[in-house]
């Protein structure tokens, strides 16, 4: 049976994760510091509902599945602690009990701080965002030089490293002729947030390792996810993802659909005219499954751009009207001042085929599907917090 670690395993992502992969018979182990749900309780903003502690969920899990997921709370910009999980140590020094044996085969690496606002609401928020990224990545590089480079990583990048750059965005490489000679180099990088630059720092630590060490790397180049259920979270409501509406942590979709239910203006940054690649969080699941199943080689970094479809801030509000509308609901739009520095009407044409060549099949943003969170959402509205929607952190 294939070991599974799941770095951020508490996050909006990582949780998840670990159902999809026990659902399908793996060994899973989750490891999480409760970063996210910390600081959403430090900085006050809504969760549309409680989630309950990794544990907790854990011990759902099981009563309703029979399988384990096994959890491990520790903080892995601390290196011994990242190390105990690949030395041979195993059953893990924090685990709950010592059953699980063997280094994983796959390492999946979401221990990030994810948002860009949280990254400029000031010097101290940025300085954590440096300090937990790029200590988290290069932690797992040196653990696994120095114990397990056959153990494969697949990191969560974005589609933000890019930026919006003028010429099409290739899937992590651009060869270039320069005086009659040629080379391959990582595609062009210029983040729009601190995040994203961490991010990029990322992608030049993990390059470094598989340069150095032959490690064996995926990096998939996200956009913006939306979505509440996955297969597995339906089985129970106490196991659905935290899911954030609020400025710092909500992306896009979640929190459009989540302010149409609660009557507040859909808050378009700007011009609208923003282009992202986004996907459905059940696809994410697929991605990083596809990729689990076709490793990188050892000394290979390979990059996907992990995106579904594109919009415009636009088209997603206009989106969320109509929908919003066929429901019921009183849906208006707003354009405030842009609190981000981006470019609001640009050249936008990503590349994403290798995720569908390795097996992906998307999902698309239809109004259905957009129909069906507006039906989660519903379920919790007396739990949203107008006040929480936008405060305006600006960049
Ligand atoms: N936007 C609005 N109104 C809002 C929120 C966002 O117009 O209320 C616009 C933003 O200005 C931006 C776009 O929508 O142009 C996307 O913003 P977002 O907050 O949904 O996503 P972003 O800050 O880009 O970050 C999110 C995740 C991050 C991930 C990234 C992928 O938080 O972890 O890396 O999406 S990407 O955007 O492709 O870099």
Redesign the pocket.
């Known amino acids: 049976m294939s070991h599974i670690l799941i770095l951020g395993g508490d996050g909006y992502l990582g949780w998840p994760t670990a159902m999809y992969f026990s659902s399908r018979g793996y060994q899973v182990t989750v490891v999480d510091n409760y970063f996210r749900r910390n600081s959403c309780v430090e900085l006050d903003v809504g969760m549309l509902y409680p989630v309950p502690s990794l544990q907790e969920r854990a011990k759902i899990w099981s009563e309703q599945t029979g399988r384990e997921i096994k959890v491990v709370i520790a903080d892995l910009t601390d290196p011994e602690s990242m190390r105990s999980l690949f030395d041979g140590r195993t059953g893990y020094s924090f685990a709950l009990d010592h059953s699980f044996t063997g280094i994983p085969d796959t390492v999946m690496h979401y221990a ?1 701080q ?4 949280y990254s400029l609401i000031n010097y101290k928020y940025a300085n954590i965002t440096l300090a937990n990224n790029l200590l988290v990545t290069n932690n797992l590089l040196f653990a696994l030089r120095d114990f397990s480079r056959e153990t494969h990583i697949i990191h ?7 930026g919006t750059p003028n010429i099409d965005i290739e899937e992590g490489w651009l060869d270039i002729e320069h005086k009659g000679r040629t080379d391959r180099f990582l595609f062009p990088r210029q ?3 601190l ?2 630059t961490t ?1 990029i720092m990322d992608t030049d630590l993990m390059w470094f390792g598989v340069r150095m060490w032959d490690l064996k790397v995926t990096d998939l ?5 939306y979505g509440i259920e996955t297969e597995e979270s339906v089985v129970d409501d106490r196991l659905k993802t935290i899911f954030n509406y609020d ?1 710092i ?8 659909i989540t ?1 149409a239910v609660v009557g507040y203006p ?5 011009q ?1 005219g ?5 996907l459905n969080i059940k696809d994410t699941l697929q991605c990083v499954h596809r990729s689990e199943i076709t490793p990188a080689k050892p000394g290979e970094l390979r990059i996907f751009n992990q ?1 579904m479809e594109t919009f415009s ?1 636009n088209e ?2 206009e989106k969320t009207r109509r929908v919003g509308n066929r429901l019921g609901y009183d849906v208006r739009i707003d354009h ?1 001042e ?3 520095k ?1 470019a ?1 009407e640009h050249y936008y044409n990503p590349t994403y085929q290798g995720l569908i060549d390795i097996g992906v099949e998307p999902h698309f943003l239809t109004d259905e599907v957009m129909e069906e969170m507006f039906r989660v959402v519903q379920q919790y509205q007396s739990n949203i917090r107008k006040d929480v ?2 405060k305006g952190i600006t960049w």
């Open positions: 990030e994810p948002s860009a606002p969560i990048g974005t589609m933000g490293e890019y983040a729009s947030s995040y994203h991010k180049m996200q956009g913006p996810v400025e942590f909500g992306t896009i979709v979640n929190r459009f302010q859909l808050t378009v940054y700007g609208g923003q282009t992202r690649g986004y995106i801030a997603l509000a405030l842009n609190p981000r981006e609001e929607i936008f």
